[in-house]
T-cell receptor, first 115, second 111 residues
């Protein structure tokens, strides 16, 4: 079975450029989470969706960040404009929510470097 | 992350020793208490999890202990091996919502 698929795996861009990270969750999962990981701040929850609907985006650092989930099999995290402090590994995770908490399945992550 | 405190931040154990990592939480509504393991360059993966109706769960060398009254749960790794060297995260949650991770514990098992 295919796991959570993220792209790109690595992205190097210059400050001010737009960055789009993509995620394909595991088929049948109805919850999707975006995390950011840095040495200083650890693993931060940015936003999560249930049944394609954003539930809590309080972790999104600022208006430069936006996330969408147009359908059950695809989500994007966009940063516009990007800044050097956005450099981090961004993880997408999905789970099956059947009314009680279940296991999170993570992708391999997208390593973003903003110069 | 403010509701979850994980300790220690780092841990060095000799091969064959016992590794113990702790997680304290505030939200009494949490109903799922997992530990995730992350190797460098990989995403975290579920190692073991417990629900509040039991106080302990054992899977091989890994045991999770849950103390509801103290609002704490811990991970014990028996007979620690160099291959266990990784970062471990607790991530208690309620109803699949708000799955925030602890700060992480970097475990090094020396041969």
């Amino acid at each position: 079975d295919a796991g959570v698929i993220q792209s790109p795996r690595h992205e190097v861009t210059e400050m001010g450029q737009e960055v789009t990270l993509r995620c394909k969750p595991i088929s049948g999962h109805n919850s999707l989470f975006w995390y950011r990981q840095t040495m200083m701040r650890g693993l931060e929850l940015l936003i999560y969706f249930n049944n394609n609907v954003p539930i809590d985006d309080s972790g999104m650092p600022e208006d430069r960040f936006s996330a969408k989930m147009p359908n059950a099999s695809f989500s994007t995290l966009k940063i516009q404009p990007s800044e050097p402090r956005d450099s981090a590994v961004y993880f997408c995770a999905s789970s099956l929510n059947r009314g009680s908490t279940g296991e999170l399945f993570f992708g391999e992550g997208s390593r973003l470097t903003v110069l | 992350q403010q509701q979850v405190k994980q300790s220690p931040q780092s841990l060095i154990v000799q091969k064959g020793g016992i590794s113990i990592i702790n997680c304290a939480y505030e939200n009494t509504a949490f109903d799922y208490f997992p530990w995730y393991q992350q190797f460098p360059g990989k995403g975290p993966a579920l190692l073991i999890a417990i629900r509040p109706d039991v106080s302990e769960k054992k899977e091989g060398r890994f045991t999770i202990s849950f103390n509801k009254s103290a609002k704490q749960f811990s991970l014990h790794i028996m007979d620690s091996q160099p291959g266990d060297s990784a970062t471990y995260f607790c991530a208690p949650s309620y109803n699949n919502n708000d799955m925030r991770f602890g700060a992480g514990t970097r475990l090094t098992v020396k041969p």
